[in-house]
């Protein structure tokens, strides 16, 4: 992962970096220094499935790696890092920082372009938004499902959007911020997953207790328990981390932590 002057130095999380942001608000200025600077910046929500996946996917894992912004998306990442660092990470939820930029976009005058989702998802979290926030300038929008549209990046720079939220699913969102973003001239790129849908109103948004508590992903599991696929990558994820932790001694484990950041070979982190 690229390293910003404006945000902290990322830790290695089982070889996909996490920047740890002490709160969404240093999150935002980070995002808001690259928009003052004209300095791109793409960010990705680190979640323990992702970084499972990343770990049997090489290219997945190069992709992460060109992201400056890590956020720690779920409990399990906050828990890994206080094991491997000794670090206590605030969760950012990628919900949360979209929703907070889109709050500050609306103060700012930046406006933001919606990629991605069913065509009524993508209308209705138009819709929603500019519900919240009747300022923001919404610049653009363009739902999922065409075929892969050359014209679409095009459409996206004339737009003159700052900020653009991709909701494709993971890791197909990765992939195509990774794929496009030398051609956007947008300060800011995002995958989001199924925000559209939780906006639209077409799916729910798990309750404050799982969300107090980090455990979105038992409800999605309950509403959805197709994706109890996905999940086994959890289990194994807390394995993989116990292991890395009892292996060697703290000091030790978080000496090679740190030597795996700063040279960026994360690879063998596991
Ligand atoms: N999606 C899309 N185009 C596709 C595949 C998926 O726009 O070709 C959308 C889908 O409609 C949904 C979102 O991507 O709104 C994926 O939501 P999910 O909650 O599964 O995200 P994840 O958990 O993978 O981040």
């Given at each position: 992962?690229?390293?910003?002057?404006?945000?902290?130095?990322?830790?290695?999380?089982?070889?996909?970096?996490?920047?740890?942001?002490?709160?969404?608000?240093?999150?935002?200025?980070?995002?808001?220094?690259?928009?003052?600077?004209?300095?791109?910046?793409?960010?990705?929500?680190?979640?323990?499935?992702?970084?499972?996946?990343?770990?049997?996917?090489?290219?997945?894992?190069?992709?992460?790696?060109?992201?400056?912004?890590?956020?720690?998306?779920?409990?399990?990442?906050?828990?890994?890092?206080?094991?491997?660092?000794?670090?206590?990470?605030?969760?950012?939820?990628?919900v949360d920082l979209f929703l907070e930029l889109v709050r500050v976009a609306s103060v700012e005058g930046w406006s933001v372009f919606l990629y991605g989702a069913s065509p009524e998802s993508n209308e209705g979290a138009r819709a929603a938004l500019l519900d919240m926030y009747p300022t923001l300038r919404i610049a653009g929008t363009q739902h999922g499902y065409q075929t892969d549209d050359p014209s679409l990046v095009a459409r996206i720079n004339d737009s003159k959007a700052e900020l653009l939220f991709v909701a494709l699913g993971s890791p197909k969102q990765e992939y195509w911020i990774a794929r496009n973003r030398a051609a956007l001239s947008v300060p800011f790129c995002m995958g989001v997953g199924g925000s559209f849908d939780v906006l639209s109103g077409k799916a729910r948004r798990a309750p404050l207790f799982f969300r107090r508590t980090g455990t979105e992903f038992l409800f999605r599991l309950m509403l959805q328990p197709a994706r109890l696929v996905r999940q086994t990558a959890l289990p194994l994820f807390m394995f993989g981390v116990l292991r890395s932790r009892f292996r060697q001694p703290a000091w030790r484990s978080v000496k090679i932590a740190q030597a795996e950041t700063k040279s960026g070979a994360h690879d063998n982190a596991f």
């Open positions: 992962m690229v390293q910003l002057n404006s945000s902290p130095e990322p830790l290695s999380i089982m070889g996909v970096s996490v920047t740890p942001f002490a709160s969404y608000q240093q999150a935002v200025d980070c995002v808001a220094a690259g928009i003052r600077e004209h300095s791109q910046k793409c960010a990705v929500a680190v979640n323990p499935e992702k970084i499972m996946r990343a770990k049997r996917d090489s290219v997945l894992r190069s992709t992460l790696k060109g992201f400056e912004v890590g956020i720690c998306d779920g409990i399990g990442v906050a828990i890994a890092a206080r094991l491997l660092y000794g670090r206590r990470l605030r969760r950012c939820t990628g």
